[in-house]
């Protein structure tokens, strides 16, 4: 059951709520629900959900986090909408009991996710896509969506096995940013790169081991036109099918004592050097 946005205040004082039982999925869940709900905990995630405009469902408070209510109020150019958002009041124990973090600050919300298409990600300047491949720990893909925007991309693309940009902890680890950047999740990665491909983006595969002549270190690659950042699982980096239909592979020199760099580590070495290429960074 979809929540409904009535403006009604209301205080819960049972843990077998049905609100309580919905906020406490939503906030453990690995992915927004299947009619596109999804939880956000903490002020700064719930403010920036209003400041992008986001539908919100219900707001859930503490009796220690009902000072972050005025704050939003204040914070807030959808300040009125407020008034036809359910909010829902329970005590800290209770609220601790639903929380997805160990240190609850005392406010969540359950808001709708955005919807993007692929034409998204290609807005904002010249088009410079993420593309993660099979990147399972959602603190990792969190940290590319915010270095995605740091650095100027237009856009991430999640291909499906990786874990949900929206989930959680990567909402956490993003700082909002997959609030506000382009976000698409779940497309088959031969179908995404197909896709980017036709909308005439380079395709740049970050790869674990260097491939003879056809590997070049990040500042000897031309990152300055449309392309896309291909960066693949933490632990075996690219499917090689997905390897060999890059157009190129970015090789980042480290120590050879160190095997590999962290997934969101290569991510962000490779967005600055495009962002340094494109001018947006000396």
């Known amino acids: 059951m979809s929540p409904r946005v009535t403006g009604r205040s209301e205080t819960i004082s049972s843990a077998e709520n049905q609100w309580l039982k919905r906020f406490r999925a939503a906030l453990r869940a690995s992915a927004p629900e299947q009619d596109g709900w999804l939880g956000l905990e903490g002020p700064h995630l719930v403010q920036e959900a209003f400041a992008s405009g986001l539908e919100c469902g219900a707001i859930l408070l503490s009796a220690s986090g009902e000072h972050f209510l005025e704050q939003l109020t204040r914070a807030?150019?959808?300040?009125?909408?407020?008034?036809?958002?359910?909010?829902?009041?329970?005590?800290?124990?209770?609220?601790?009991?639903?929380?997805?973090t160990e240190t609850p600050q005392g406010i969540a919300a359950l808001v709708r996710a955005p919807h993007r298409t692929f034409d998204d990600l290609l807005v904002g300047g010249v088009p410079l896509v993420v593309v993660l491949v099979g990147v399972q720990d959602p603190g990792n893909v969190g940290t590319v969506v915010r270095s995605s925007e740091a650095f100027g991309a237009t856009g991430v693309l999640a291909t499906r096995g990786t874990a949900h940009?929206?989930?959680p902890k990567a909402l956490r680890a993003?700082?909002?940013?997959?609030?506000?950047l382009p976000v698409i999740s779940g497309i088959a990665a031969p179908v995404a790169l197909a896709q980017l491909r036709v909308m005439g983006l380079k395709l740049f595969a970050a790869s674990v081991e260097p491939v003879a002549a056809s590997s070049a270190s990040p500042g000897a690659s031309d990152l300055r036109g449309p392309c896309a950042i291909l960066?693949?699982?933490?632990?075996?980096?690219?499917?090689?099918?997905?390897?060999?239909?890059?157009?190129?592979?970015l090789q980042i020199p480290i120590a050879p004592t160190v095997e590999s760099l962290n997934a969101a580590v290569a991510a962000s070495v490779l967005l600055y050097e495009a962002a340094r290429q494109r001018g947006t960074r000396a």
């Not at 150019?77 to 609220?95: E, M, P, W």
């Not at 960066?231 to 592979?249: C, F, K, M, Q, T």
Request: glycine share 12%.
């Open 76 to 100: 807030s150019s959808r300040a009125t909408f407020l008034k036809h958002v359910r909010i829902l009041r329970t005590s800290d124990k209770l609220f601790a009991g639903v929380a997805g």
């Open 165 to 167: 940009p929206w989930s």
């Open 174 to 180: 993003s700082a909002g940013s997959a609030l506000r």
């Open 231 to 249: 960066i693949g699982n933490e632990g075996s980096g690219l499917p090689a099918e997905i390897d060999r239909s890059a157009d190129a592979r």
